[in-house]
């Protein structure tokens, strides 16, 4: 069982994740968080265009991925050799860590949020702020890696309950606007302290 405590005491904020009987510390998933930087930013903000958004994350998001990673249920060059060194403590300390902040997003002037994708909002909201734990939030994503993804997902070299079904019936030209969509949003993450 996972959970997410998140405690605010004076003004000094704290997360911590369970996942089982492993608790999260976010202050120790900072420091794992150092070799995650150089992609997805100490703040989760990422800095290469192949790489996700990762702040203000669920935790449980977080951590399903990166022991996906790790244990080989998916695949990812550089992912896949990161997370084999993880442990199930500092999986729970970087996901502590990143889900510590907050994600914000909002469309630009003029983007009418009824014109989201019909297909996405259910899940992943008009602005790219997920409405469910277990999908993530795709505001500001570049379309590159949102639809190398959904193409991923649609060749099946991704696997998710929902997200291969969703992928399977859609053609590229649908893939491009989806990813171009959520590409648009205005995306803020910023640190709780």
Known sequence: ????????????????????????DRENG???ARQCKTCHGSDGLAKLPIAPHIG????????????????GERHHEMMSVVASGLDDQSIADVAAWYAGHIASASLKPGVNAADAPEACVGCHGSTGIAEIEDAPNLAGETAMYIDTQLKAFRLGKRHHEIMSDVAADLDDAEIRAFAQWYAQSNLSVEAVE
Not at 59 to 71: P, V
């Open 1 to 24: 069982m996972k959970t997410t405590i998140l405690l605010i005491l004076g003004g000094v904020f704290f997360a911590q994740v369970a996942t089982a009987d492993i608790v999260g």
């Open 30 to 32: 900072r420091k794992v």
């Open 56 to 71: 203000g994350e669920p935790a449980e998001y977080l951590i399903r991925q990166l022991t996906a990673f790790r244990d």
